[in-house]
Nanobody, 123 residues
Framework: QVQVAESGGGSVQVGGSLRLSCVDS????????MGWFRQAPGKEREFVAA????????YYSDSVKGRFTISRDYPHNTAYLQMNSLKPEDTAVYYC????????????????WGQGTQVTVSS
């Protein structure tokens, strides 16, 4: 079971940067692809980015491609999301999870959702 805790959110102005962290305490991190999702007020949770189990391949939603970078650090069981050139529409609670891709796209692969970390971008 993947147990995660997200951190690193905050309030920034348009064009700013943040780096989110996701620590997996369930010791299943190394066996899974990992991903980030976000949920804005009044909207459904949506996929943001994923990184393969090996760390060799990354995937991004069109809305963040070129601005966000996902990475992972195996010794520390941590995944990161570097967010640059932030926009007001990036405002959301960000969550991480072990992921799997199916016909619907990237899905949570059984992680208990953490509390997430709030990102607020103001103009």
């Amino acid at each position: 079971q993947v147990q995660v805790a997200e951190s690193g959110g905050g309030s920034v102005q348009v064009g700013g940067s943040l780096r989110l962290s996701c620590v997996d305490s369930g010791r299943a991190f190394i066996q899974r692809a990992m991903g980030w999702f976000r949920q804005a007020p009044g909207k459904e949770r949506e996929f943001v980015a994923a990184i393969s189990r090996s760390g060799d391949t990354t995937y991004y939603s069109d809305s963040v491609k070129g601005r966000f970078t996902i990475s992972r650090d195996y010794p520390h069981n941590t995944a990161y999301l570097q967010m640059n050139s932030l926009k007001p529409e990036d405002t959301a609670v960000y969550y991480c999870a072990a992921v799997v891709r199916d016909s619907r796209g990237w899905q949570n692969a059984g992680t208990n959702w953490g509390q997430g970390t709030q990102v607020t971008v103001s103009s």
